[in-house]
T-cell receptor
Framework: DVKVTQSSRYLVKRTGEKVFLECVQD?????MFWYRQDPGLGLRLIYF???????EKGDIPEGYSVSREKKERFSLILESASTNQTSMYLC????????????FGSGTQLSVL | SQKIEQNSEALNIQEGKTATLTCNYT??????LQWYRQDPGRGPVFLLL?????KEKRKERLKVTFDTTLKQSLFHITASQPADSATYLC????????????FGSGTQLTVLP
């Protein structure tokens, strides 16, 4: 089975802190994604990567950056955390082909105080 | 702007009945439509994918329809069980590569024993 592992289930950070969220997948997927999920808003794409060192902005990239130095690992970085970044963060991965679906991690609930 | 609406935030039905969930979209021409299941505190799990040229897709007790004229997908769970209780998300994909999925906010289904 495909496994997408997010490093933390829960995180509590202070405003202004730099925050790293890590995601690792074990299926050699080309594509990796970071979403945030907020009540009533659904999942919104922050960034995705289709290859090592490649990245594309999603719908809400402001305040975030990403890093993909190895194929299996995709990191989301909050340079200076703010309270409006309190959310559930979901990592996903997929192959590049027709009919593709996403495989999600269990999510990280981030609270910024 | 693109908009995806899933009928009612919450749906309660009696065990054994058929649950029908609706996904409507505007200003969008998806090539594919996907349905995911999400349990509390977990990431979404892929259920079914249907292409724009397919009218219907089935998998065990699940059935999905896709009407590009009405801009609507219906998701049916027949002979529903309490274990089917979860939030169900629809996602639109313009290309089939899963790189540009746009998610609805979900419908929370509760199957009452």
């Amino acid at each position: 089975d495909v496994k997408v592992t997010q490093s933390s289930r829960y995180l509590v950070k202070r405003t202004g802190e730099k925050v790293f969220l890590e995601c690792v997948q074990d299926m050699d997927h080309e594509n990796m994604f970071w979403y945030r999920q907020d009540p009533g808003l659904g999942l919104r794409l922050i960034y995705f990567s289709y290859d090592v060192k490649m990245k594309e902005k999603g719908d809400i990239p402001e305040g975030y950056s990403v890093s993909r130095e190895k194929k299996e690992r995709f990191s989301l970085i909050l340079e200076s955390a703010s309270t409006n970044q309190t959310s559930m963060y979901l990592c996903a991965s997929s192959w590049t082909a027709d009919n593709e679906k996403l495989f999600f991690g269990s999510g990280t609930q981030l609270s910024v105080l | 702007s693109q908009k995806i609406e899933q009928n009612s935030e919450a749906l309660n039905i009696q065990e054994g009945k058929t649950a029908t969930l609706t996904c409507n979209y505007t200003n969008y021409s998806p090539a594919y439509l996907q349905w995911y299941r999400q349990d509390p505190g977990r990431g979404p799990v892929f259920l079914l994918l249907i292409r724009e040229n397919e009218k219907e897709k089935r998998k065990e007790r699940l059935k999905v329809t896709f009407d590009t004229t009405l801009k609507q997908s219906l998701f049916h769970i027949t002979a529903s069980q309490p274990a089917d209780s979860a939030t169900y998300l629809c996602a639109l994909d313009p290309s089939g590569s899963a790189r540009q999925l746009t998610f609805g906010s979900g419908t929370q289904l509760t199957v009452l024993p």
